[in-house]
Structure formats: C-alpha cells, structure tokens
C-alpha cells in the first residue's frame, strides 16, 4: 500500500535497489543475508514501526561473511 503512494508521486521509482536486487549483490560478494526488515510509518499514529514483511519502501537487512 505504502509503496503505490510513493509510486505515484515518484517518477524515480525505478533507481531504488529493490530488496531481491540488494541480495543478489551481496550473495555475489559472498556475503550471507541474515535478515531484512522493513521500515513502515503510520501518519494516523505518527509512528514508525519495524515490518517482516513490507519491504516495499524503506528497508534495511543485515549480511554476513560466512566463516572460512
């Protein structure tokens, strides 16, 4: 839902890294994703909140090196 808001008011949409492309690059750094999470804001609460699944918009994800 968030992300057709911006969509529509964003003509640049498109130069995001969206979070599948995010995990390619860093799988192919050899890097590991450990997790990804989404950051959502409510303007009727005026609250920012952390989503498992709304990684539409604002993200962020952690990646490790694995052990040799």
Do not use: C
């Not at 690059?25 to 952390?50: C, H, R, W």
Request: charged share 20%; net charge negative.
């Amino acid at each position: 839902p968030n992300s057709a808001l911006v969509a529509a008011r964003h003509a640049h949409l498109g130069k995001f890294i969206t979070p599948q492309e995010l995990s390619r690059y860093l799988e192919s750094a050899d890097l590991a994703v450990k997790s990804e999470m989404g950051i959502t804001y409510s303007p009727l609460n005026d609250q920012f909140s952390l989503s498992r699944t709304d990684l539409g918009v604002n993200y962020m994800m952690v990646a490790e090196k694995p052990a040799a």
